[in-house]
Nanobody, 121 residues
Framework: QVQLVESGGGLVQAGGSLRLSCAAS????????MAWYRQVPGKQRELVAA???????NYAESVKGRFTISRDNAKNTVYLQMNSMKPEDTAVYYC???????????????WGQGTQVTVSS
């Protein structure tokens, strides 16, 4: 069984910074990619940023230049550094990972439990 455990959410003032972490544990062969999504009540979950095992990244337009995704492959951990935060960044942030349990198997999608991020104006 694979678990994704997130940490680092909380309350921050506009213009401030937060760093989210997500550690994957279990019998893991590989993870590719890892990503952060966010969701506000009444809206669809949206991709914030994703990163491959080789370090290629992509970002939502709304966070480009402010957020940075990174990962530590040895620790199966992904990070999201959020700077210059805005009230519209307020959401529950979810970690997502495509995990292969064995070399010859397909990858399965796993999700973390979510962490609340609130940006006050």
């Amino acid at each position: 069984q694979v678990q994704l455990v997130e940490s680092g959410g909380g309350l921050v003032q506009a213009g401030g910074s937060l760093r989210l972490s997500c550690a994957a544990s279990g019998s893991i062969f590989s993870i590719n990619p890892m990503a952060w999504y966010r969701q506000v009540p009444g809206k669809q979950r949206e991709l914030v940023a994703a990163i491959t095992s080789g370090g290629s990244t992509n970002y939502a337009e709304s966070v480009k230049g402010r957020f940075t995704i990174s990962r530590d492959n040895a620790k199966n951990t992904v990070y999201l550094q959020m700077n210059s935060m805005k009230p519209e960044d307020t959401a529950v942030y979810y970690c997502q990972a495509n995990v292969r349990l064995r070399a010859a198997e397909v990858a399965y999608s796993y999700w973390g439990q979510g962490t609340q991020v609130t940006v006050s104006s």
